[in-house]
């Protein structure tokens, strides 16, 4: 029996693959892709690679084969509609090739959540719960590194660190750090039927974030908070696309609002130490 994890190719499947071998378990770990080519290029030779597209539902169940545990990490696609069709065929496939247990990449506090993508994960939590299937909802929040990035730079440049997030706070986690709390999750032996939240326990805020950039790289930051309204004039004089203008904007507008707030309390169980902010800022950063 095996452990499979899908989206294996893309940047989270590949950390948690990582994780998982230095775990030196004696499951088979299986990544399922639909670029075969690809997988072969990123992962070692240990890992048996098997086809299998989200739109495909024949092959899925043929990737499925004799797997324990199956690590479903949800789709990109960013038409939520088709996202909804594809989570369900891999659930359906998922079942009827009787995997023992299915482990989905779900969305922080779905059931409360204010951010639009929580209903697409509710409705995978749904779908999952019809099949029968035994779960473990692993309820991701927003990654660190959808703020922290390469962009903070041009923070660092005009001294100047724009958002319409108020003073929320923002319980974001890094892929890292998700990808090793997830390992060890499938590494154990689980409940079933169980949601763990892997929300950090150190939310932070656009003003410590300003403090962090302006110590990390030498030159002062200062935050700006702005109005929706606001942000996205400044978005749009940035260049971003009108739609990932919108969505950045309702999201950070739910940040202000307490969205993502809470810190969470089952990532201390999983890993052992979340990487900072100051580590993260640390990273992406090219002046300073
Ligand atoms: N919590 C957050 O802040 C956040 C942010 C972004 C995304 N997400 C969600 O979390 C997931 C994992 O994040 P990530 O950073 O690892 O994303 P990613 O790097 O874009 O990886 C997505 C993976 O899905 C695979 N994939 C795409 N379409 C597929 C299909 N039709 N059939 C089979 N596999 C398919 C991709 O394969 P290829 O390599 O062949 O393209 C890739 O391996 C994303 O897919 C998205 O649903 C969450």
Do not use: C
Not at 103 to 117: E, G, K, R, V, W
Not at 131 to 140: D, H, P, V, W
Not at 235 to 241: D, I, V
């Amino acid at each position: 029996m095996s452990i499979a994890i899908t989206g294996a190719t893309g940047n989270l499947g590949n950390l948690v693959i990582q994780e998982l071998l230095e775990k030196e378990l004696e499951e088979t770990v299986v990544a399922v892709v639909r670029n075969e080519e690809k997988a072969k290029d990123q992962l070692p030779d240990t890992v048996e690679i098997r086809y299998g597209d989200y739109a495909s539902y024949d092959s899925l169940v043929n990737a499925f084969q004799g797997i324990r545990k199956l690590l479903f990490i949800s789709s990109p696609s960013t038409d939520d509609m088709e996202r909804v069709i594809q989570h369900a065929t891999v659930v359906k496939a998922a079942r009827d090739a009787a995997v023992e247990q299915i482990f989905y990449t779900s969305f922080s506090n779905a059931d409360h959540s204010t951010i639009p993508l929580a209903k697409l994960h509710l409705a995978t939590e749904a779908a999952i719960k019809v099949s029968g299937l035994a779960y473990t909802f692993i309820r991701n929040p927003l990654y660190t590194e959808v703020f922290i990035n390469s962009s903070l730079n041009q923070s660092i440049a005009s001294g100047k660190l724009v958002a319409n997030t108020g003073d929320g706070k923002l319980n974001t986690t890094s892929r890292k750090d998700l990808a090793k709390a997830t390992a060890t999750l499938l590494s154990q032996n689980n409940g079933q039927n169980e949601i763990i939240d892997l929300a950090s326990s150190q939310p932070w805020s656009y003003q410590e974030l300003a403090t962090t950039l302006s110590e990390t790289s030498g030159k002062t930051v200062t935050y700006e908070p702005v109005s929706y309204e606001e942000v996205l004039i400044y978005f749009k004089n940035s260049g971003l696309p009108k739609p990932a203008a919108e969505f950045s904007a309702s999201m950070n507008q739910a940040i202000a609002q307490g969205d993502i707030k809470e810190p969470g309390t089952d990532i201390n169980k999983l890993i052992d130490q979340e990487i900072s902010l100051k580590d993260m800022v640390s990273k992406v950063l090219t002046i300073g």
